[in-house]
């Protein structure tokens, strides 16, 4: 019980800090005007979850690579100005074992949703990761702990993450 | 059907354009797998179309964010192995006046198409570069030289990509 209560304390503390998603983002076009005119590094495709991995840039491309290469497809939601998503972040690209298993994925991490409805199965939050088989089916099996955000995780379940990852790894459909 | 669509688009993509672009997706899956191991520049939004702009990742981010700051959005899309996208893109990336002029719109450069017909009045090819208003209105009306592929450009044809940039600058609806 006394978990259970802590538990729904955090989700709250989800819900009211990256429910400011849209006028975070908002924001961020403000700024962006203002920084275009000094030099600075390229935006990456990565954007912190991992600099060393190949990222794919856009839901379709992920889509292709994953159906043509047959490796599954992991994708990341999440916002530069959700402290949930920032701090998962950092353990996900320190996690030397997540950083090696993520090689045999297709990756993608998004800042925008996009339209597809099956990449919301309980809903549009961040952290969400969810997983996509080679033939093209979301994992909705593949869960973390939360009850009413099955695809959330915080750094504590990171090794929750990995076994989640290798349980992607397994495909529903093996080539002959 | 979902995927079947993503395939036949990128085969129709194929056909028309660059001949080598099966070949250069193949090459560059193989190639994905080779370089994992060792440490790299981290990809980059900017593809090389001008590493100082502010790229977006998606087709949905941009359109937001064209909408929300009321600046147009120029897309192009273009493949890594084109050799007429790599020589426009030269181009682009070197003329001062052109990489000044595209701070003012949302940027986005796709190597892969969208589902949106809307992107491809005459087809899909590239190089090919389409202008949206803020009103999310495609300028189908701002073409290049050649009559069977309006929206191409070459190289040489930079001042003329210019004067369209102006041309979409000037928004179909001006806010009250």
Redesign the interface.
Same mark, same amino acid.
């Given at each position: 019980a006394m978990e259970k209560s802590y538990m729904s304390m955090f989700l709250l503390l989800i819900a009211i800090s990256c429910a400011l998603a849209k006028d975070a983002? %908002?924001k961020e076009?403000k700024e962006? &005007?203002e920084?275009?005119a000094k030099? &600075?590094l390229?935006?990456?495709?990565?954007r912190g979850w991992g600099?060393?991995?190949?990222?794919t840039?856009?839901?379709?491309?992920a889509?292709?690579?994953s %159906?043509?290469?047959n490796k599954p497809l992991m994708i990341i939601h999440h916002l530069d100005d959700c402290p949930h998503s920032q701090a998962l972040k950092k353990a996900f690209a320190e996690n030397k074992d997540v950083q090696k298993l993520a090689?045999k994925f297709i990756l993608l991490n998004?800042?925008?949703?996009?339209?597809d409805k099956n990449l919301a199965p309980d809903g549009q939050y961040v952290p969400r990761i969810l997983f996509i088989d080679p033939s093209?089916t979301v994992r909705a099996d593949i869960t973390g702990r939360y009850s009413n955000r099955l695809y959330a995780y915080e750094p504590t379940d990171i090794s929750l993450l990995h076994s989640n990852m290798q349980k992607a790894l397994k495909l529903l459909k093996t080539e002959l």
């Open positions: 983002a %908002k076009t962006t &005007k920084t275009t030099p &600075k390229p935006q990456t495709l990565s600099d060393q991995l190949i990222w840039q856009t839901y379709e491309e889509l292709f690579r %159906k043509h290469s090689e998004l800042v925008y949703e996009t339209t093209l």
